[in-house]
């Protein structure tokens, strides 16, 4: 199979996109390690449930994302990787002025500095053997920005300069690093959006998917976790080899308005 002898850590995967993504390069044929902050019997029985269905080793290692050393820590306890999947994140939604403090601490601790801590620790390995896939996930709010998230947007934003400068950093060294910047994917951090756009925008919940979630997506349809899943094979693929340094959009046309 396209990714057999690969093995792949992607972080924040017992969940949404993450989940998504492990499937499909389990699918693929790659080795897969999950990862969230938790370490339940629910966590092992996922990853024992992909290794069944699609018959490559899968394992799950715990590590909190907002801890650099638990980041380091990862990618040792995996025995390195060839491709790292960079997904662990949080939101939180609230005005600039009120926004706490503590939140907008572990907004960029997570979805910013995790990334840059699993990568460094990821590429001497990678540089190595000559080949590894480093895929990010930003988000189209890596591009472009809303009211109301600014750790969010500035972590994202974030993702995409580390993106560009890890691409240049291991360019020529048959590693390449990408960002996808999903649209609105309809998963537990969008889920739990809704109650916080209800009362900052005083709107009920179907008005706030329409008006607010969706009314920048021109599609009007939700991204699926299968289509993140799918573009991360394909940036793994060889295909992709001379895609580097650059951001995908799966955003049903948002950062095209
Ligand atoms: P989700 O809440 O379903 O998944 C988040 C994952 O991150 C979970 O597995 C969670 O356990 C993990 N996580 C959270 N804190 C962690 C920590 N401290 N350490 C380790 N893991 C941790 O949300 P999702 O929608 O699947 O989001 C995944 C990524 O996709 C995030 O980076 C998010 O910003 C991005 N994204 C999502 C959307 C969307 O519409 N859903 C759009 C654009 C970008």
Known sequence: MQLSGKRAIVTGSNSGIGLGIAWELARAGAEVVLNS???SADDHALAARMAEETGVSVRYIQADMSKPDDCRALIAKAGGCDILVNNAGIQHVAK??????????AIIAINLSSAFHTTA??????YAQGWGRIVNIS????????????AYVAAKHGIVGLTK??????????????AICPGYVLTPIVENQIPDQMKTHGM????VIKEVMLSRQPSKEFATVEQMGGTAVFLCSDAAAQ???????VDGGWTAL
């Open 121 to 126: 620790a990821a590429l001497p390995g990678m």
């Open 139 to 150: 988000s189209a709010h890596g591009l472009t920005a809303s009211p109301y998230k600014s």
């Open 96 to 105: 600039l002025e009120e926004f706490p403090t503590e939140k907008w601490d």
């Open 165 to 178: 400068t890890t691409a240049l950093e291991a360019a020529g060294k048959g590693v390449t690093c990408n």
């Open 243 to 249: 895609i580097t340094g650059t951001t995908i959009s």
């Open 37 to 39: 902050f938790t370490d």
């Open 204 to 207: 009920d919940r179907e008005t």
